[in-house]
């Protein structure tokens, strides 16, 4: 086995993987001189190591010896020591952050006779007996396994007895007779003492800290930011200081920026006399940080300086934790801090003009989710919504929903499809589902670090805390504040709107507006007039210089076109055509299937001509001087005609009364129903049987392409063949199309070469894409199509029936219709990718399924080499960034260098 355990001074923020987050960021500060308390990390190895064994390696009872006898030497004493006890922490710290998810125990080393010795050297009785039965329950609840509410009843009950409601009226006799109740706890529900060997507290705290990596709600938490299930965490053993030995002490929560809207300045929660456990938790009402200034001056400007050093040394926005035991500042966490979306692009460019990171770097820390958020709708105009309260912007966005009050209700309405806010005092780790089901958040009490702050921001999800004027009662499921007209009480199922920018809560539903990015992207708005929508211009632009990526839009009309090439999009990349046989068109669809001659069909075929001509023009024109891939018509014909069971049960309840037109058209119903229509008559199927209806469509590509020269235009239409198995389907379909256009450059007088190329989204297409290549001037890769047949999965059905136990089970961490399946879907792009090119080097690549559209797929297929990307209009912006990081990225190894 490797070293298994690190001193903090071995370490480096760039340990991640191995010290975790966490431990790689106290060996960084220890490094960099900061008053951090002395400790240790039992590395990401030993924690996996006993995840797959069941047991610690063999090694690390010796390792873990010899730095604590290091540590105790360092600190002029030993853990547990009945005179001067050394007491420790033992921390969770993975990798990636996991707020609150994983399991943390404090004062390890406390014990009956240690606490005495405690309360000596503190001159504190009080502070060491409840040090001790915090402890306990902490021990109790985490390692033991006893339901956490056994230990509150218990304090709960002391608090009657003495008839008080608060905490702090609990003297030092009250808290060793919790001592002694939470032994017979223990005792009871283990049928062991609470052991007194300080080592054994500490070896079995660190196995309930590497256990908690496979608790419910981390996993939960691990899917939900996609975090991989295998990285496991590290333990930090950690020095105790202690935050509440007195006014004089306290702990504290800070940010270098604003992470809500990276503003620059002093942001953060103070709380004077107690541990850094009741800060994250939002349990007790915080003060801002500068009120630190007033209380410990000191300390105050100390912490000041660190926060800049850590900017300068990060060079970008830290989050901070630390605590002031009697006028002592200690660090004990600090992080490059999670922020909005909009914080993000601010940052990155407020970085820039610092001179701290180059562009690059600014366009790697940001990404495309983040930009997607930026696009949301806003509230818009609110000067007549009934206004509840305002209170702490915790995170951004607009949310409309009725209120729900507990985790269960929201999770339960939510998947009958009702938009619910979640309404909660405070959250708490147990509350993820609910929080995850939610279309927002408002709570009660906490600041911007309390547990709903801090998740909701990660999610990117809408939360609105501190709402202190409201008093809140899950147990009745409501919620009052006083509103000018008397109480205003808010039941559940009642509908409100919460403005995670502003604070504001609305009864009743508030209309949203566009964003002001998305305003930008339309070209309403000069990016000089607005931060935010400057840095993303700053950043985009980048983004469009560095992409080799092309980008363009899925789009069937020429209103969607146009927004499309507003949003930066170099063509078109999917127009379907089905749509425009619906609507009154199906009439046409109808009589051509039905038609019992060629000269029924013909006339048909010749309605539907024009119609079809028109569609094209508009769009042509929109994307005038642009590529333009139009695919010829696609789904099974029976989505054109009336529904089976309907039509039956019509022809059926007139009886003899029926008219002929309803009958033969049932009988083709019939005749054309099929049990797996996705896997039927479709695509290039349906274009070689139905006679003349592929043909009438390249005809009607032709013609408006030629009206649009005419008219001075300079369109670029490409047709593309869908569903493609065999290079001779292709080969059929592409002879006719090639006829049709030299008839029509004949019969126009309007000549020029347009590309047939075809869509690979069936396995075979691609397993044999050089021989398809051959037919091909274009491939476009039909994701969608190639993930249903690749897998077997029915894309209109498996997301809604089974996904979510397929993702719970971790058989994917999402769905492969959202992000493209490198592996298996991601191999065959690939193997297609290369044998076309090999076969035809001026191939043209691109994609056209979902995928396209997806920050991670995005940057799939820039490495797959492909030449575009296409998506739909509101995603080109997204698809841009992401090409542009895929370079960025590429070049540091694929992550950014703080
Ligand atoms: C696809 O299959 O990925 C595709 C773009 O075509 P459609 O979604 O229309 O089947
Ligand atoms: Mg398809």
């Not at 590529?627 to 009886?655: N, Y």
């Not at 009364?657 to 049932?666: G, Q, S």
């Not at 050089?770 to 498996?798: C, P």
């Amino acid at each position: 086995m490797p070293k298994l355990v690190y001193d903090f001074i071995e370490g480096n923020k760039d340990m991640k993987d191995l010290l975790g987050g966490k431990g790689a960021n106290l060996a960084e500060m220890t490094n960099l001189g900061l008053p951090v308390p002395p400790g240790f990390i039992i590395s990401t190895d030993a924690c996996r190591h006993y995840l797959a064994e069941g047991i610690v390696p063999a090694g690390l009872a010796a390792e873990v010896t010899e730095h604590l006898r290091r540590l105790e030497q360092e600190m002029g004493r030993s853990l547990g020591d009945s005179g001067d006890p050394l007491l420790v922490s033992v921390r969770s710290g993975a990798k990636f952050s996991m707020p609150g998810m994983m399991e943390t125990v404090l004062n390890i080393g406390l014990s009956d006779a240690s606490v005495q010795g405690l309360a000596k050297q503190a001159g504190n009785d009080r502070f060491a007996w409840d040090s001790y039965r915090r402890l306990i329950q902490m021990f109790g609840k985490t390692v033991l396994d006893i339901e956490g509410h056994e230990f509150e009843h218990a304090i709960d009950e002391a608090k009657r007895a003495k008839g008080t409601k608060n905490d702090l009226d609990l003297d030092a006799d009250d808290m060793k007779a919790l001592v002694d109740t939470f032994k017979q706890i223990v005792k009871t529900r283990t049928g062991s003492d609470f052991p007194q060997d300080p080592r054994e507290q500490m070896d079995m705290a660190v196995n309930a800290v590497f256990d908690s990596w496979n608790a419910d709600r981390a996993i939960l938490y691990r899917r939900q930011e996609r975090i991989p299930s295998d990285l496991g965490t590290a333990v930090n053993v950690v020095t105790m200081v202690f935050g509440n030995l007195g006014p004089d002490s306290g702990t504290g929560v800070a940010f270098t920026r604003d992470p809500g809207s990276g503003q620059q300045g002093v942001y953060g929660d103070y709380l004077q006399n107690a541990q850094g456990e009741d800060v994250v938790a939002g349990i007790r009402n915080t003060v801002p940080l500068q009120e630190l200034e007033k209380l410990d001056p000191a300390s105050y400007g100390e912490l000041m300086q660190i926060m800049q050093t850590l900017e300068n040394h990060y060079r970008d926005l830290c989050d901070i934790e630390f605590t002031i035991e009697r006028g002592k500042l200690w660090m004990l966490q600090t992080r490059v801090g999670k922020r909005t979306a909009g914080a993000a692009f601010r940052i990155a460019v407020q970085l820039v003009d610092q001179a701290l990171i180059d562009i690059d770097e600014a366009l790697r820390r940001v990404d495309g989710a983040q930009l997607a958020q930026l696009m949301f709708p806003r509230f818009g105009d609110t000067a007549g919504a009934a206004l509840i309260t305002k209170a702490i912007s915790a995170s951004p966005g607009a949310a409309v929903g009725k209120a729900v009050f507990d985790s269960a209700t929201a999770v339960e309405r939510a998947e009958r499809g009702e938009d619910v806010i979640l309404v909660r005092r405070e959250t708490n780790p147990d509350d993820l589902h609910g929080m995850i089901a939610a279309r927002g958040i408002l709570t009660s009490r906490g600041g911007k670090t309390s547990h709903a702050a801090v998740v909701a921001r990660g999610m990117g999800k809408t939360c609105v805390c501190g709402a202190d004027q409201l008093e809140v009662n899950v147990a009745a499921g409501q919620f009052a504040a006083a509103g000018k007209d008397g109480q205003l009480v808010v039941r559940q199922g009642d509908v409100i709107s919460i403005d995670g920018t502003s604070g504001a809560v609305y009864l009743g539903e508030v209309p949203v507006v566009a964003s002001p990015v998305v305003e930008y992207f339309e070209g309403n708005l000069d990016p000089a007039a607005d931060e935010l929508v400057s840095a993303v211009h700053r950043i985009m632009t980048h983004a469009d210089k560095r992409r080799r990526l092309g980008v363009r839009a899925n789009s069937d009309t020429g209103e969607d076109s146009a927004r499309a090439v507003r949003f930066g999009a170099q063509g078109i990349g999917l127009t379907r055509t089905e749509h425009m046989f619906l609507g009154e068109r199906r009439q046409l669809v109808e009589r051509l299937i039905l038609a019992d001659s060629d000269d029924g069909r013909k006339a048909a075929l010749a309605e539907l001509e024009p119609l079809q001509r028109g569609d094209f023009v508009e769009i042509l024109e929109a994307m005038d001087g642009l590529p333009v891939t139009i695919r010829l018509l696609d789904p099974p014909l029976h989505e054109f005609l009336p529904d089976l069971t309907e039509l039956s049960v019509k022809v059926a309840l007139a009886g003899d009364k029926a008219t002929e037109k309803d009958k033969k058209l049932l009988e083709e119903v019939r005749r054309l129903h099929e049990q797996n229509p996705m896997l039927g008559l479709r695509g290039v199927r349906l274009g070689l049987v139905i006679p003349g209806l592929y043909a009438m469509q390249v005809r009607a590509i032709a013609h408006a392409a030629a009206d649009r020269i005419k008219a001075g235009g300079n369109p670029h239409p490409e047709i593309m063949i869908p569903l493609v198995g065999a290079v001779q389907e292709l080969e059929a379909a592409r002879d006719e199309a090639e006829k049709v256009l030299a008839e029509v450059a004949a019969e126009t007088g309007v000549s020029g070469h347009t590309l047939i190329g075809t869509m690979i989204e069936v396995p075979r297409a691609a397993l044999t894409a050089g021989q398809i290549a051959q037919a091909a001037e274009f491939f476009s890769f039909g994701t969608n199509d190639l993930t249903q047949m690749g897998w077997g999965f029915s894309r209109d059905d498996v997301e809604g029936a089974f996904f979510g136990r397929y993702i719970e089970m971790g058989i994917f961490g999402v769905s492969p219709f959202e992000t493209l399946d490198a592996e298996g879907i991601g191999r065959l792009v690939e193997i297609a990718t290369t044998e076309g090119r090999a076969t035809r080097p001026d191939l043209k690549v691109g994609v056209c399924g979902e995928h396209g559209g997806d920050p991670e797929s995005v940057r799939f297929f820039h490495h797959a080499g492909l030449d575009y990307v296409s998506c739909s209009p509101f995603r080109v912006p997204v698809a841009r960034l992401e090409a542009g990081r895929a370079v960025a990225l590429e070049e540091t190894g694929g992550s950014d260098s703080r």
